[in-house]
T-cell receptor, first 113, second 112 residues
């Protein structure tokens, strides 16, 4: 039973560029949430996808967008990268009608120079 | 919205001693309170959770208590071991599988 997977592991981008991060949820899960974790901080919620729709959104600008595919995998896109976007991006999967447990992937470390 | 405060930010204990980490939350509607352990460079791992209809939950050396009236919950680790050293995060969420709101974390060091 595969857990949550993310790709790529690390990424270095330049200010102004665009990036796409990918997540495959744990088998049996239908909901994907994305979090940004700055160094030394707790994860902050970006948005959540269920049934290919953005279900909830945190306090992040429109430069952050996402998508969920019919197989429940998801992408996070960030446009016009800023230095402050450098962080660990975590994907968490869960089963919407389940017991609330969210399981995290290993994350993608994004560095913006 | 929900706000979660976590204390202390760092904690050092001798191997074999107990460690306690405390969190408070602001939204009385929150009903799910997980704890995650994050080792350096790794993903947060769910170690224990509690729901608002329960006051205490134990799993071997780890326990969590919840006081709904005071809106605080705590993680207790007994007989600490060096491998317990990590950053621990508490979180809270509302009903309906809503997003988690995290505390800022506690860096636990267990000294052998």
């Amino acid at each position: 039973d595969a857990g949550v997977t993310q790709s790529p592991t690390h990424l270095i981008k330049t200010r102004g560029q665009q990036v796409t991060l990918r997540c495959s949820p744990k088998s049996g899960h239908d909901t994907v949430s994305w979090y940004q974790q700055a160094l030394g901080q707790g994860p902050q919620f970006i948005f959540q996808y269920y049934e290919e729709e953005e279900r909830q959104r945190g306090n992040f600008p429109d430069r952050f967008s996402g998508h969920q595919f019919p197989n429940y995998s998801s992408e996070l896109n960030v446009n016009a990268l800023l230095l402050g976007d450098s962080a660990l991006y975590l994907c968490a999967s869960s089963f919407l009608a389940g017991n609330y447990e969210q399981y995290f992937g290993p994350g993608t470390r994004l560095t913006v120079t | 919205g929900e706000n979660v405060e976590q204390h202390p930010s760092t904690l050092s204990v001798q191997e074999g001693d107990s460690a306690v980490i405390k969190c408070t939350y602001s939204d009385s509607a929150s009903n799910y309170f997980p704890w995650y352990k994050q080792e350096l460079g790794k993903r947060p791992q769910l170690i224990i959770d509690i729901r608002s209809n329960v006051g205490e939950k134990k799993d071997q050396r780890i326990a969590v208590t919840l006081n709904k009236t005071a809106k605080h919950f705590s993680l207790h680790i007994t007989e600490t071991q060096p491998e317990d050293s990590a950053v621990y995060f508490c979180a809270a969420s509302n009903p309906g599988n809503t997003p988690l709101v995290f505390g800022k974390g506690t860096r636990l060091s267990v000294i052998a």
